[in-house]
């Protein structure tokens, strides 16, 4: 079974610019969580969805962070414009119906912004 | 509010010998029981949860947790380390009163010597 897919692995880009991180959730997952991983501050949850609706977005940290979900099997988290601080691991992690269900993260994207 | 904590960032231990990482728990309802294991620019990746039912859990890689109530404590155990034991451990809970995430705790760093 395909797990999830987030792409990209790595991005390196300049500050200011907009980046664009891409997630697919596991086929029927009616969940999907968007992650942000650093050393100071460890594993954040910034927004996450139900059947493709934000029902939680108080982690996100700015205005310039935005997360969409057009369609159950796609989700894009969003920086514009982004900055040095911003640098994290992100990771996306998918789960099926009843919070006794395990959620499904990807590999994450590595994020620099130089 | 749920919160976790776990007991020492960083647990070193011999290859063979026994794995013992603690992590207890606050939830105002009976919880759901989570540990994950992260391997080096990986996701996080489930290795075993409690939902109410048997109060030690068996999951993968010979791992295993009990869930004792009275010490609000699930710490995860593997009799003898291998050296591909070597990840970071995070341990989360999740309440059975409708909230759908999770929280987890800081992580711990398990290094096995030869």
């Known amino acids: 079974d395909a797990g999830v897919i987030q792409s990209p692995r790595h991005e390196v880009t300049e500050m200011g610019q907009e980046v664009t991180l891409r997630c697919k959730p596991i086929s029927g997952h009616d969940y999907l969580f968007w992650y942000r991983q650093t050393m100071m501050r460890g594993l954040e949850l910034l927004i996450y969805?139900?059947?493709?609706?934000?029902?939680?977005d108080s982690g996100m940290p700015e205005d310039r962070f935005s997360a969409k979900m057009p369609n159950a099997s796609f989700s894009t988290l969003k920086i514009q414009p982004s900055e040095p601080r911003d640098s994290a691991v992100y990771f996306c992690?998918?789960?099926?119906?009843?919070?006794?269900?395990?959620?499904?993260f990807g590999d994450g994207t590595r994020l620099s912004i130089l | 509010a749920q919160s976790v904590t776990q007991l020492g960032s960083h647990v070193s231990v011999s290859e063979g010998a026994l794995v013992l990482l603690r992590c207890n728990y606050s939830s105002s309802v009976p919880p759901y029981l989570f540990w994950y294991v992260q391997y080096p620019n990986k996701g996080l990746q489930l290795l075993l949860k409690?939902?109410?039912?048997?109060?030690l859990v068996k999951g993968i890689n010979g791992f295993e947790a009990e869930f004792k109530k009275s010490e609000t404590s699930f710490h995860l155990t593997k009799p003898s380390a291998h050296m591909s034991d070597a990840a970071e451990y995070f341990c989360a809970v999740s309440d059975l009163a409708g909230a759908q995430k999770l929280v987890f705790g800081q992580g711990t760093r398990l290094t096995i010597n030869p």
């Open positions: 992690a998918s789960r099926g119906q009843g919070s006794n269900q395990p959620q499904h």
């Open positions: 409690y939902t109410s039912a048997a109060t």
């Open positions: 969805f139900n059947n493709n609706v934000p029902i939680d």
